[in-house]
Structure formats: C-alpha cells, structure tokens
C-alpha cells in the first residue's frame, strides 16, 4: 500500500497509510478551505492555541492529539516532535512521522529553522508564503539544505484564503520549478524520486 499525501488548506496535511492516519493542523472553517469530516488516529498541532490552525473539533473519534515535544509510537507510527519559536516569540512544532517506512517531516512556522531535527526526511511538507514564517527564499534555503527526496510547499496564498500570504508562484520562481498541481501524492520507499522534485498539491477548496 502507497502512502496518501492530501493537502486540506494552510498547513493541513492527511497522511494515510497501512499504519494509520495522521491529520496535520486540521484547518478550521473560515480559512476558506473545506476539511470535511476527518477521521484519524492522530492529530499533530505545530501551533498550540492558535486556531486559524488547530480546529481539533473536526476530527472525529478520540484521536491522540500531540502538540508537544517529545517521541512518540503511537500504532505503528512513530513521531518525533520538536519546538522551534515563531517570530512572535510563541511557539511551533515541527513533527516528523515515520509511516510505512517514509519520513516525513512536517516544518510548522518557524522564523528560522533548526535543520538537524528535519534530517533524513523523504518528504518535506514547508511553509513558503511568510506572514511570521518562511519566505519564499528562507523556504527555498532550507528545501536545499535538508535535501529531501520530495518538497511540498504549504502556508501560501490561494483560493479564498484569508492570511495575508505571498502566492505560491514567488516559491516556484526561487526553486526553478514549475510543477502541474496535482490532487493527491501516493509514495511507496521504493518509488520516492532519487533527486529533490518539487511537488505542488492542490488544497480542497470551500464551494
């Protein structure tokens, strides 16, 4: 079974796999992104008590909701959680989720980030759009020196959201890439690209 990468909005990712269902930041309804009903077995917050990017109410169940640091097993699936601080001093946690055998590594909004803990990821899901966060070339600085084997932009401006982001295209333009958006991104070990591809999803949109 491939793993599932589906972009929900902002910085919310599904990651689904034989092992279980991750949902990152489930975003909440007025971003102008439509989560639907989710169901997972855990949910990751990278900014604690901060709602444009937290809305556990909409995931279903009882799932194990992490928004610490720390190491996790949680079913098969193991997170390392680590604090970076936000440029407003708070703080963000950047998780790395090891599913079915692919790392991936999910950056929160650091103002700077801390590369060691993001070592060795397959996948790196960063914010690019800035708004006390990555810009576009701190984004594209950290894609080339974490070296993934696939880099997946988040936190940009699109659709009918309401932060004031910079479009994606800025990012684009810095790496050099002009990838074709695409709805979903199933990965097997064996089937990760051997050099760093950029990979645009497209989020679920309201209407």
């Known amino acids: ?39 997972a077995e855990i949910v990751t917050l990278s900014c604690p008590g901060d709602p444009r990017y937290g809305a556990r109410e909409l995931v279903s169940g009882e799932p194990m909701v992490l928004d610490a640091p720390g190491e996790y097993e949680i079913g098969g699936v193991l997170v390392t959680a680590t604090a970076m601080k936000r440029a407003d001093g708070s703080r963000t946690v950047s998780f790395v989720v090891e599913l079915d055998g692919i790392r991936v590594g999910h950056l929160g909004l650091p103002a700077t980030a801390n590369l060691a803990e993001l070592k060795d990821v397959d996948v790196l899901l960063l914010p690019v759009g800035g ?19 696939v880099a997946i932009p988040m936190h940009y401006r699109v659709g009918p959201e309401t932060l004031e982001l ?22 097997t070990r ?11 999803l497209e989020p679920r949109l309201v209407g």
Do not use: H, N, W
């Not at 708004?131 to 084997?149: Q, Y």
């Not at 994606?168 to 199933?186: R, Y």
């Open 1 to 39: 079974m491939a793993l599932e990468i589906t972009f929900l909005g902002r910085t919310c990712f599904r990651l689904k796999g034989r092992d279980g269902t991750v949902l990152m930041d489930p975003v909440p309804p007025d971003s102008g992104f439509a989560l639907g009903k989710q169901q």
């Open 131 to 149: 708004d006390g966060s990555l810009s576009a070339v701190a984004a594209a600085d950290v894609m080339t020196r974490i070296e993934p084997r």
């Open 166 to 187: 910079d479009p994606l295209e800025k990012f684009l333009k810095e790496t050099g890439t002009k990838p074709e958006p695409q709805p979903k991104l199933q990965l």
């Open 190 to 200: 064996s089937g990760l690209p051997a050099d760093l591809t950029v990979v645009v």
